[in-house]
T-cell receptor, first 114, second 115 residues
Framework: DAMVIQNPRYQVTQFGKPVTLSCSQT?????MYWYQQKSSQAPKLLFH???????NEADTPDNFQSRRPNTSFCFLDIRSPGLGDAAMYLC?????????????FGPGTRLLVL | AQSVTQLDSQVPVFEEAPVELRCNYS??????LFWYVQYPNQGLQLLLK??????LVKGINGFEAEFNKSQTSFHLRKPSVHISDTAEYFC?????????????FGAGTRLAVHP
Protein backbone atom coordinates (compact mmCIF):
# COMPACT_ATOMS: atom_id res chain seq x y z
CA ASP A 1 0.00 0.00 0.00
CA ALA A 2 1.14 3.52 -0.76
CA MET A 3 1.91 5.28 2.44
CA VAL A 4 3.85 7.77 4.54
CA ILE A 5 6.47 6.21 6.81
CA GLN A 6 8.20 7.82 9.76
CA ASN A 7 11.23 6.44 11.54
CA PRO A 8 11.83 5.99 14.32
CA ARG A 9 8.44 5.99 16.04
CA TYR A 10 10.06 7.01 19.31
CA GLN A 11 13.27 9.00 19.66
CA VAL A 12 15.09 9.94 22.84
CA THR A 13 17.79 12.60 22.73
CA GLN A 14 19.74 14.65 25.19
CA PHE A 15 19.36 18.36 25.76
CA GLY A 16 21.42 20.15 23.11
CA LYS A 17 22.31 17.01 21.12
CA PRO A 18 21.35 17.26 17.43
CA VAL A 19 18.69 14.85 16.28
CA THR A 20 17.25 13.93 12.89
CA LEU A 21 13.80 12.57 12.21
CA SER A 22 13.02 10.78 8.97
CA CYS A 23 9.99 10.65 6.69
CA SER A 24 9.55 8.70 3.48
CA GLN A 25 6.61 8.32 1.13
CA THR A 26 5.60 5.92 -1.62
CA UNK A 27 2.82 8.20 -2.88
CA UNK A 28 5.10 10.17 -5.21
CA UNK A 29 3.59 13.40 -3.90
CA UNK A 30 5.16 16.76 -4.70
CA UNK A 31 4.52 18.35 -1.32
CA MET A 32 5.86 17.21 2.04
CA TYR A 33 5.04 18.87 5.37
CA TRP A 34 6.41 18.74 8.89
CA TYR A 35 4.14 19.44 11.85
CA GLN A 36 4.90 19.71 15.55
CA GLN A 37 2.21 18.51 17.95
CA LYS A 38 2.70 19.11 21.64
CA SER A 39 0.74 17.19 24.23
CA SER A 40 -3.02 17.81 24.01
CA GLN A 41 -2.57 20.45 21.32
CA ALA A 42 -3.33 20.74 17.64
CA PRO A 43 -0.61 20.06 15.08
CA LYS A 44 1.33 23.16 14.08
CA LEU A 45 2.94 23.48 10.67
CA LEU A 46 6.70 24.03 10.81
CA PHE A 47 7.53 24.07 7.08
CA HIS A 48 6.84 22.34 3.82
CA UNK A 49 8.56 21.47 0.56
CA UNK A 50 6.96 21.81 -2.86
CA UNK A 51 9.33 19.64 -4.83
CA UNK A 52 12.68 21.20 -3.90
CA UNK A 53 11.26 24.56 -2.91
CA UNK A 54 11.43 25.05 0.85
CA UNK A 55 8.79 27.13 2.62
CA ASN A 56 9.32 28.03 6.25
CA GLU A 57 6.51 29.22 8.51
CA ALA A 58 7.24 32.63 9.95
CA ASP A 59 7.20 31.47 13.56
CA THR A 60 9.27 28.30 13.13
CA PRO A 61 12.40 28.58 15.32
CA ASP A 62 15.80 28.61 13.60
CA ASN A 63 16.64 25.52 15.61
CA PHE A 64 14.50 23.52 13.17
CA GLN A 65 15.83 22.72 9.72
CA SER A 66 14.76 20.38 6.96
CA ARG A 67 16.25 18.56 4.01
CA ARG A 68 14.62 16.87 1.05
CA PRO A 69 17.25 14.98 -0.97
CA ASN A 70 14.69 13.47 -3.34
CA THR A 71 10.93 13.11 -3.87
CA SER A 72 10.58 10.22 -1.46
CA PHE A 73 12.50 11.41 1.58
CA CYS A 74 12.33 14.39 3.88
CA PHE A 75 14.27 14.96 7.11
CA LEU A 76 13.67 17.17 10.11
CA ASP A 77 16.84 18.30 11.87
CA ILE A 78 16.71 19.81 15.33
CA ARG A 79 20.12 21.41 15.87
CA SER A 80 20.02 21.88 19.64
CA PRO A 81 16.92 20.33 21.17
CA GLY A 82 15.53 21.94 24.27
CA LEU A 83 13.09 20.49 26.74
CA GLY A 84 10.33 22.48 25.04
CA ASP A 85 10.92 20.61 21.78
CA ALA A 86 9.58 17.37 23.21
CA ALA A 87 6.56 16.62 21.06
CA MET A 88 5.07 14.38 18.40
CA TYR A 89 6.42 15.27 14.97
CA LEU A 90 4.13 14.48 12.07
CA CYS A 91 5.04 14.25 8.41
CA UNK A 92 2.39 14.65 5.73
CA UNK A 93 2.23 14.70 1.94
CA UNK A 94 -0.07 16.04 -0.72
CA UNK A 95 -0.18 16.33 -4.48
CA UNK A 96 -1.57 19.18 -6.59
CA UNK A 97 -2.97 16.63 -9.04
CA UNK A 98 -6.62 15.78 -8.40
CA UNK A 99 -7.44 15.96 -4.73
CA UNK A 100 -4.44 18.06 -3.89
CA UNK A 101 -6.25 19.56 -0.97
CA UNK A 102 -5.94 16.35 1.07
CA UNK A 103 -2.90 15.71 3.23
CA UNK A 104 -1.83 12.18 4.09
CA PHE A 105 -0.14 11.78 7.45
CA GLY A 106 2.46 9.39 8.72
CA PRO A 107 2.21 7.75 12.17
CA GLY A 108 4.48 10.34 13.76
CA THR A 109 7.71 10.29 15.75
CA ARG A 110 7.47 11.04 19.44
CA LEU A 111 10.56 12.93 20.59
CA LEU A 112 11.66 12.90 24.20
CA VAL A 113 14.38 15.30 25.34
CA LEU A 114 16.27 14.43 28.52
CA ALA B 1 -6.87 35.07 8.56
CA GLN B 2 -8.46 31.69 9.01
CA SER B 3 -9.24 30.08 12.34
CA VAL B 4 -11.08 27.08 13.71
CA THR B 5 -12.91 26.73 17.02
CA GLN B 6 -13.86 23.35 18.39
CA LEU B 7 -16.42 24.15 21.02
CA ASP B 8 -15.92 21.09 23.20
CA SER B 9 -12.54 19.90 24.45
CA GLN B 10 -14.00 16.62 25.71
CA VAL B 11 -17.18 14.73 24.88
CA PRO B 12 -18.09 11.68 26.97
CA VAL B 13 -20.78 9.44 25.53
CA PHE B 14 -22.13 5.95 26.06
CA GLU B 15 -21.70 3.24 23.47
CA GLU B 16 -24.45 3.16 20.80
CA ALA B 17 -25.52 6.73 21.61
CA PRO B 18 -25.42 9.46 18.96
CA VAL B 19 -22.71 12.10 19.08
CA GLU B 20 -22.06 15.52 17.60
CA LEU B 21 -18.69 17.23 17.69
CA ARG B 22 -18.94 20.92 16.99
CA CYS B 23 -16.68 23.01 14.79
CA ASN B 24 -16.91 26.65 13.77
CA TYR B 25 -14.54 28.40 11.43
CA SER B 26 -13.77 31.89 10.26
CA UNK B 27 -12.38 32.83 6.89
CA UNK B 28 -12.67 35.68 4.45
CA UNK B 29 -12.25 33.40 1.45
CA UNK B 30 -13.67 30.13 0.23
CA UNK B 31 -12.28 27.26 2.20
CA UNK B 32 -12.02 23.56 2.33
CA LEU B 33 -13.05 21.86 5.57
CA PHE B 34 -11.80 18.63 7.03
CA TRP B 35 -12.23 16.31 9.97
CA TYR B 36 -9.28 14.17 10.99
CA VAL B 37 -9.15 11.49 13.70
CA GLN B 38 -6.10 10.68 15.78
CA TYR B 39 -5.87 7.49 17.81
CA PRO B 40 -3.37 7.38 20.70
CA ASN B 41 0.24 7.62 19.50
CA GLN B 42 -0.83 7.60 15.88
CA GLY B 43 -0.84 10.07 13.01
CA LEU B 44 -3.93 11.78 11.67
CA GLN B 45 -6.41 9.92 9.50
CA LEU B 46 -8.84 11.75 7.23
CA LEU B 47 -12.47 11.12 8.19
CA LEU B 48 -14.14 13.35 5.61
CA LYS B 49 -13.79 16.61 3.74
CA UNK B 50 -15.94 19.33 2.23
CA UNK B 51 -14.70 20.97 -0.94
CA UNK B 52 -17.91 22.07 -2.69
CA UNK B 53 -21.32 20.77 -3.71
CA UNK B 54 -23.60 18.91 -1.33
CA UNK B 55 -23.41 20.30 2.17
CA LEU B 56 -23.85 16.87 3.76
CA VAL B 57 -20.62 14.94 3.56
CA LYS B 58 -20.29 11.28 4.41
CA GLY B 59 -17.01 9.86 5.61
CA ILE B 60 -15.45 6.68 6.88
CA ASN B 61 -16.53 4.71 9.94
CA GLY B 62 -20.13 5.95 9.70
CA PHE B 63 -19.33 9.61 10.33
CA GLU B 64 -20.92 12.49 8.48
CA ALA B 65 -20.68 16.27 8.65
CA GLU B 66 -22.79 19.15 7.48
CA PHE B 67 -21.38 22.36 6.07
CA ASN B 68 -23.42 25.40 7.07
CA LYS B 69 -22.12 28.52 5.39
CA SER B 70 -24.45 30.97 7.14
CA GLN B 71 -23.43 29.67 10.56
CA THR B 72 -19.82 29.01 9.49
CA SER B 73 -20.04 25.56 11.02
CA PHE B 74 -18.97 22.07 10.07
CA HIS B 75 -20.24 19.77 12.82
CA LEU B 76 -19.37 16.08 12.84
CA ARG B 77 -22.02 13.49 13.68
CA LYS B 78 -22.40 9.77 14.14
CA PRO B 79 -25.76 8.16 14.93
CA SER B 80 -24.34 5.34 17.04
CA VAL B 81 -20.79 5.29 18.44
CA HIS B 82 -18.59 2.34 19.31
CA ILE B 83 -15.88 1.93 21.90
CA SER B 84 -13.38 1.96 19.03
CA ASP B 85 -14.38 5.56 18.18
CA THR B 86 -12.58 6.77 21.30
CA ALA B 87 -9.96 9.15 19.91
CA GLU B 88 -9.06 12.80 19.37
CA TYR B 89 -10.92 14.55 16.56
CA PHE B 90 -9.56 17.60 14.78
CA CYS B 91 -11.48 19.98 12.58
CA UNK B 92 -9.36 21.87 10.06
CA UNK B 93 -9.75 24.58 7.45
CA UNK B 94 -7.55 25.28 4.49
CA UNK B 95 -7.30 27.33 1.37
CA UNK B 96 -5.66 25.71 -1.59
CA UNK B 97 -3.34 27.80 -3.68
CA UNK B 98 0.01 27.44 -5.33
CA UNK B 99 -0.27 23.69 -5.41
CA UNK B 100 -0.45 23.12 -1.70
CA UNK B 101 -2.83 23.79 1.15
CA UNK B 102 -2.07 25.06 4.61
CA UNK B 103 -4.19 23.34 7.22
CA UNK B 104 -5.28 25.31 10.25
CA PHE B 105 -6.42 22.94 12.97
CA GLY B 106 -8.79 23.42 15.84
CA ALA B 107 -7.63 22.49 19.33
CA GLY B 108 -9.26 19.07 19.09
CA THR B 109 -12.11 17.26 20.80
CA ARG B 110 -11.45 14.15 22.82
CA LEU B 111 -14.29 11.68 22.31
CA ALA B 112 -14.54 9.13 25.11
CA VAL B 113 -17.00 6.30 24.49
CA HIS B 114 -18.00 4.38 27.60
CA PRO B 115 -19.61 0.93 27.75
Amino acid sequence: DAMVIQNPRYQVTQFGKPVTLSCSQTLNHNVMYWYQQKSSQAPKLLFHYYDKDFNNEADTPDNFQSRRPNTSFCFLDIRSPGLGDAAMYLCATSSPKGGGETQYFGPGTRLLVL
Amino acid sequence: AQSVTQLDSQVPVFEEAPVELRCNYSSSVSVYLFWYVQYPNQGLQLLLKYLSGSTLVKGINGFEAEFNKSQTSFHLRKPSVHISDTAEYFCAVSSFSGGYNKLIFGAGTRLAVHP
